[in-house]
Nanobody
C-alpha cells in the first residue's frame, strides 16, 4: 500500500522560506513522476512542480527561481524547498505520485496521478 505523508508546512512572513517533505512508504520515490500541487482558499488545484524518473524538473512560472523540487533516495522522500515566499503562495500543498510512466510536468493534470498525501498548510503573511 502506497502512502505519502507531507510535513514542513507552517506560517511564515513574506520573503521567508519553508521546506516541505513528502515521505513515502510502500513505494520507491523517483521510480515514476512525482509532483507537488497546491490549493489556495476558494481556488482550484494547481500543479506547482514535478520531477520525473530522470530527475528532470518542471515548475509553474510563478515559482521559478524560488522553489526547488528534489528527491532523497536514501530517505525515500520528496522535497519542495520554497524561498522568498509571498502571500500568493498561501495554500494547502500536497504531494502525489504516479504508478506508471506518464508525461511528467507541473502542468500534468491531477487525474494522471495515482496516490496523494493529505496535504500540509502553508500560510504566508505580509
Amino acid at each position: 500500500q502506497v502512502q505519502l505523508g507531507e510535513s514542513g508546512g507552517g506560517s511564515v512572513q513574506a520573503a521567508g522560506s519553508l521546506k516541505l517533505s513528502c515521505e513515502a512508504s510502500g513505494y520507491t520515490v523517483g521510480r515514476y513522476c512525482m509532483a507537488w500541487f497546491r490549493q489556495a482558499p476558494g481556488k482550484g488545484l494547481e500543479g506547482v512542480a514535478s520531477i520525473d524518473e530522470d530527475g528532470k524538473t518542471s515548475y509553474i512560472e510563478s515559482v521559478k527561481g524560488r522553489f526547488t523540487v528534489s528527491i532523497d533516495n536514501a530517505k525515500n522522500t520528496l522535497y519542495l524547498q520554497m524561498n522568498n515566499l509571498t502571500p500568493e503562495d498561501t495554500a494547502t500543498y500536497s504531494c502525489t505520485t504516479a504508478q506508471r510512466s506518464i508525461s511528467c510536468a507541473y502542468s500534468t493534470a491531477y487525474v494522471a496521478y495515482d496516490f496523494w498525501g493529505r496535504g500540509t498548510q502553508v500560510t504566508v503573511t505580509s
